[in-house]
């Protein structure tokens, strides 16, 4: 028997740097670039000596990076022991199969003879990332290809990911690995844990909202122990927005209150792994989270423009220090941002009330819109109904051309690259192009890959822009499911862009 899960990828609009810090909220769609992790046993049959087995063997296989690493798992402990060569060990998966593991140790009802026989078959876990979560920019450029999102598509998927040369270079470090930015962690992390909870009778993914084993619903399950296994193996406690999303999908995010994990932080020094899990499930997890989605006939782009991604960590190191040393205008800057982003915010659900309401004048707006500059489209404010939607568009773009202007200001005071001058250069001509609504930086910004709002079918000619100033247009649109359960391999099912079979929310 083999369980495949897949978890979304993400591209925060707006709330970067605020989000850290409760009540500010985030805007984070979730993407059809999917992560999946299928679990299997390594032994079908066991041999009748197993049973008195005090460990059990685990196998994780990374195909896009070449990597294999073997495990002992401690049926005694439930802890895990790497057997292989350190470098290809996998921090965020040893988490999450430790604390699923835990977790089904805790879940009283499960068979536990049943458990014990599927530890004894060994796991052997495959994680795979859509190729959209990672730049293959550099093989494009070998074979010669164009820079353009049909090259894209011509890549084996599941393609081997580039390694970033190894150089350090202070707040502009680059990543591991050549990453787009679409929170590949996470949605691994979440992958992981939801396959392996299914895998192990835990939860059921068929029915993940029904009200499950510990009470709450099997949804809230993963999420409890994808975002612990996440930060612990981070190492620090990011605002969560990337698991709540690889989750849950598209939503409006207000963070957990960090004490929530003391209890698995305090851990490391030695509590058993359930007992720290059935504490984290118990716990006080007080994050916020509504359902949004862009507004009818809007679409999400992304452009890669070639740089290898941005180290998140040390930008946000950077920030807390200038909040720090200057905390007067850091506090006017974030006041100004937090207005911003609930402007933003405002316009798109208007928007989407506006489209409810008058279908018919709002695909005709949109449409005509798609075709024009924002400085032209109010040559087609003529009605009432019309004008209200463009005043409406236009002032999301306002929105977003203040939430730009500030967090660049915060880079600047901060000593970091939030929105680059070339990242600048690139998103003031693409909120200039046809159709657009607006674009920024997502997340932490830097150099990742920047994200576009447009209008109906305008999206073809600006990836055609694109191409010409040497940004990549990826394959990625919004899609807002969450965690799923797949039918079967996505490498013999042909999924390869979050097709999923059975969607959740
Ligand atoms: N296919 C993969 N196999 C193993 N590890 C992976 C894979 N994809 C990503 N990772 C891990 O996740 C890290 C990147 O995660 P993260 O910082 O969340 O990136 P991003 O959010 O920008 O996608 C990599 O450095 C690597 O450790
Ligand atoms: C700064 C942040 O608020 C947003 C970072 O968003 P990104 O989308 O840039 O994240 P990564 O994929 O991890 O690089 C940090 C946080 O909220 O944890």
């Known amino acids: 028997m083999s369980v495949v899960a897949s978890a979304p990828g993400k591209v925060l609009m707006a709330g970067g740097y605020l989000i850290l810090e409760k009540p500010n909220a985030g805007l984070v769609l979730s993407t059809n670039a999917r992560f999946y992790a299928i679990v299997k046993p390594i032994n079908e049959e066991l041999k009748s000596e197993s049973w008195a087995w005090q460990w059990t063997d685990v196998k994780l296989t990374s195909p896009q990076l070449s990597r294999e690493s073997m495990y002992k798992l401690s049926l005694k402990q439930l802890t895990l022991q790497c057997v292989s060569a350190s470098d290809s060990r996998n921090p965020f998966v040893e988490h999450a199969i430790q ?133 612990l193996a981070q190492g620090e406690v990011g605002s969560g927005f990337d698991v709540s999303c690889a989750v849950y999908g598209s939503q409006r995010y207000v963070r957990f209150s960090p004490e929530v994990l003391s209890s698995a932080q305090v851990a490391v020094t030695g509590l058993p792994l359930y007992e720290v899990i059935g504490k984290i499930l118990k716990g006080n997890w007080d994050h916020e989270r509504s359902e949004i989605s862009l507004p009818p006939l809007m679409n999400l782009f992304l452009g890669e423009p070639g740089s290898g991604g941005s180290s998140t960590p040390s930008m946000v190191g950077a920030v807390k220090k200038w909040q720090m040393s200057d905390p007067e205008k850091a506090r006017e800057n974030w006041q100004k941002l937090s207005e ?166």
């Open 99 to 231: 604390y699923a593991i835990a977790a089904a140790h805790l879940a009283t009802d499960i068979d536990k003879e049943a458990l014990h026989k599927l530890f004894l078959q060994g796991l052997d876990i495959t994680i795979l990332g859509s190729n959209d979560f990672y730049s293959y920019r550099n093989q494009i450029e070998s074979r010669g290809l164009p820079l353009t999102p049909e090259s894209l598509g011509t890549l084996a998927p599941f393609a081997s990911i580039t390694f970033n040369a190894a150089e350090s270079n202070g707040a502009n470090s680059k990543p591991e690995v050549a990453k787009t930015g679409l929170g590949s962690s996470a949605a691994m992390t979440t992958a992981v844990v939801a396959a392996l909870l299914h895998y192990l009778g835990v939860v059921d993914l068929s029915e993940p909202c029904r009200e499950g084993k510990f009470g709450c619903c099997d949804l809230d399950v993963i999420h409890m122990i994808a975002q612990t296994s996440h930060c």
């Open 340 to 505: 911003a982003n609930l402007e933003l915010e405002t316009k798109l659900n208007i928007l989407s009330k506006l489209a409810k309401d008058h279908w018919d004048v709002y695909l005709g707006v949109i449409k005509s819109c798609s075709v024009l500059t924002s400085e032209q489209w109010v040559l087609h404010a003529t009605e009432p109904i019309n004008e209200a939607i463009i005043k409406e568009l236009l002032g999301a773009r306002e929105a977003m051309l203040g939430i730009r202007i500030l967090m660049r200001q915060m880079g600047e005071a901060a000593g970091v690259p939030i929105e680059p001058e070339s990242q600048t250069q690139l998103l003031d001509s693409t909120m200039n192009a046809e159709g657009v609504l607006f674009a920024g930086v997502p997340g932490a910004g830097g150099f990742d890959a920047i994200f576009a709002i447009t209008l109906g079918d305008s999206g073809s000619k600006l990836t055609q822009a694109w191409s010409s100033q040497n940004v990549l247009a990826l394959l990625v649109r919004e899609d807002p499911h969450g965690v799923c359960l797949e039918s079967g391999d996505p490498r013999t099912t042909g999924i390869t862009s979050g097709v999923s079979s059975v969607h959740l929310e």
